[in-house]
T-cell receptor, first 110, second 114 residues
């Protein structure tokens, strides 16, 4: 079955620096990879997603890259701001369900 | 949190008691999901429903039950058989089936055991 590993579990950066979170998946049939941001005490919010027919997708300061051969995908946040501080989850599809990574707590220091 | 509401925000359960968590959506979504979130373990799927009057077990369904009598509603009951119910419970919905449509999450219910 699908297994999603996410690294690092915590990440601290200075405001303005870039942050990168990486995930690997096991099922080569997975073809949809969303990223969610969760603020304290709230539900996760989709921030970007990518499908297996593209290698990269960008939305302002956020980008996601996908390497199907290596079965890993990454979230890139540039010019980080204090409001980017949250827990970020990656996910991959397993048949008709999403399997989530264990999350990365990002802290952006001013 | 879109058009998904969960209630209550906090819920306390006594030993041997069943409790029901509410999830309502006004997005006209066909599919709905229940997840459990524990510290350091991400989100784990409890139950999901792709259409009214039908639902399937997720990865950790033991000790839980659901119903899907209306398209807008997908309540989750935590039964006394669930020995470790303390967690943050999240409901989500999506337009279609197959897990490849964006899932929109509610604000969550935190369940605590007295």
């Amino acid at each position: 079955g699908e297994n999603v590993e996410q690294h690092p579990s915590t990440l601290s950066v200075q405001e303005g620096d870039s942050a990168v979170i990486k995930c690997t998946y096991s099922d080569s049939a997975s073809n949809y990879f969303p990223w969610y941001k969760q603020e304290l005490g709230k539900g996760p919010q989709l921030i970007i997603d990518i499908r297996s027919n593209v290698g990269e997708k960008k939305d302002q300061r956020i980008a996601v890259t996908l390497n199907k051969t290596a079965k890993h995908f990454s979230l890139h946040i540039t010019e980080t701001q204090p409001e980017d501080s949250a827990v970020y989850f990656c996910a991959a599809v397993k048949i008709d369900k999403l399997i989530f990574g264990t999350g990365t707590r990002l802290q952006v220091f001013p | 949190d879109g058009g998904i509401t969960q209630s209550p925000k906090y819920l306390f359960r006594k030993e041997g008691q069943n409790v029901t968590l509410s999830c309502e959506q006004n997005l006209n979504h066909d599919a709905m999901y229940w997840y459990r979130q524990d510290p350091g373990q991400g989100l784990r799927l409890i139950y999901y429903s792709q259409i009214v009057n039908d639902f399937q077990k997720g990865d950790i369904a033991e000790g839980y039950s659901v119903s899907r009598e209306k398209k807008e509603s997908f309540p989750l009951t935590v039964t006394s058989a669930q020995k470790n119910p303390t967690a943050f419970y999240l409901c989500a919905s999506s337009t279609g089936q197959g897990g490849q449509e964006t899932q929109y999450f509610g604000p969550g219910t935190r369940l605590l055991v007295l």
